[in-house]
């Protein structure tokens, strides 16, 4: 049986309904238990407006993952977390308990029907990029940061991640 060669995958969370900060540091410890996977480093936990929604402000970070999921198994796991946290979708940009995007998965570009890889909307995204720049500065160019420099962006709070 050969082994798949780990690949380093960047995921983005945020929730903003419930203790958001609890959902996002309970998903961390459920990253770090999926099958063939480690957690290789956590960004801060970030605040930020919703975008393109209403209701409460989010609490956002990025996890870097070691993985020998393929890019598909991956993303069925992140779907798998969201629906054990209590996901629920009545609308597009629906406030949520959890949400797990697959933001990179090593250097591969993936367009399929169910998967976009690299996330198609990250480089417009500040809540995304500066935590990616705090765990991977060598994936986020100095010029995708300065694009988003004037989104509202704050740290959460100081409490260590688990």
């Known amino acids: ?3 798949r060669p780990e690949v380093t995958a960047a995921v ?8 958001a900060a609890a959902q996002v540091r309970q998903a961390l410890v459920w990253l770090g ?17 919703p975008v393109q929604a209403s209701g409460p402000d989010y609490c956002n970070a990025v996890a870097l993952l070691a993985t020998r999921l393929t890019a598909p198994d991956l993303l ?10 209590g996901r629920q979708r009545p609308f597009r940009n629906a406030p949520r308990t959890l949400d797990l995007d697959l933001l990179l998965y090593g250097q591969a570009r993936i367009d399929s029907p169910t998967l976009t890889v690299p996330h198609p909307r990250m480089e417009q995204r500040a809540f995304v990029l500066v935590p990616l720049a705090e765990v991977a500065p060598a994936w986020v160019p100095p010029a995708a940061l300065r694009s988003v420099a004037d989104q509202s962006l704050a740290p959460w709070d100081d409490r260590p991640m688990p």
């Open 1 to 3: 049986m050969t082994m």
């Open 12 to 19: 983005g969370l945020g929730a903003n309904l419930g203790d």
């Open 33 to 49: 238990e999926l099958p063939a996977t480690r957690l290789v480093a956590v960004s801060r936990l970030w605040r930020s407006a």
């Open 76 to 85: 069925q796991a992140l779907l798998a977390l969201e629906q054990r946290a």
